[in-house]
């Protein structure tokens, strides 16, 4: 298990804390955590404000492809797909990679990308439909925390039955200061777990997880 970012070339996200903060209320946090139009193709105030493909996932695939020496034929899976962007890109920067993905959005699968119409299951994290070490590889980004502390060790022990090797890689919100956390507790509409680092490997710990983790500290 090691810390690392393997989201380290993703674009830094333009968030307005402040402007999020004032505007929202119970039934924002409420309508979010539905994962429908609103959350990925509403307004900001919901969440992604337009959740669109614009081929920022294709340096993350290619690192993760590297990370783990994935070739053709080897089997992955996004847990927490949304609208298969990563699975497309994986798909693209490893030609016959079998990349598949997981969501519990069903309006996010009824709104993915075509190259991916097939391999996106509706499902969630507690109970993954897959045999046992069934992936060459995992990745979860943002998507975990969505659960309680309880449903995180769960999640976490499913995906370290389904994956070969500890090839996994899980990303969550976290802060590293008291500042830092006021600034993800003004932005935050979806987690309902969070930490610090520390707490996070208590949790992994706990889970008896074998692979690699970073987090997602928001920044205003």
Not at 179 to 192: K, S
């Amino acid at each position: 298990m090691a810390e690392i970012n393997l989201l380290r070339r993703y674009p830094a996200a333009k968030r307005n804390v402040k402007k999020r903060f004032q505007a929202k209320t119970e039934d924002h946090v409420r309508i979010s955590r539905e994962y429908g139009f609103d959350y990925f193709d509403g307004s900001r105030e919901y969440g992604y404000g337009g959740y669109r493909y614009d081929g920022r996932w294709l340096p993350i695939a290619e690192d993760l492809i590297a990370h783990w020496g994935l070739k053709p034929g080897m089997r992955a899976l996004d847990i927490g797909c949304a609208k298969g962007f990563l699975v497309k890109d994986l798909m693209k920067a490893c030609p016959d990679l079998d990349a598949f993905g997981l969501d519990i959005s069903e309006y996010a699968l009824m709104h993915c990308e075509s190259e991916v119409v097939g391999r996106l299951h509706l499902g969630n994290a507690l109970k993954l439909p897959f045999p046992d070490k069934s992936f060459d590889a995992i990745v979860c980004i943002n998507a975990i925390h969505n659960l309680d502390r309880a449903q995180c060790i769960n999640a976490i022990g499913e995906i370290e039955r389904v994956v070969r090797d500890g090839k996994a890689y899980i990303q969550v919100d976290s802060y590293r200061t008291p500042e830092e956390r006021e600034l993800f507790l003004d932005w935050v509409l979806t987690a309902n777990t969070h930490d610090y680092p520390d707490g996070w490997r208590k949790i992994f710990a706990e889970a008896g997880y074998t692979g690699d983790y970073y987090w997602t500290f928001i920044n205003g």
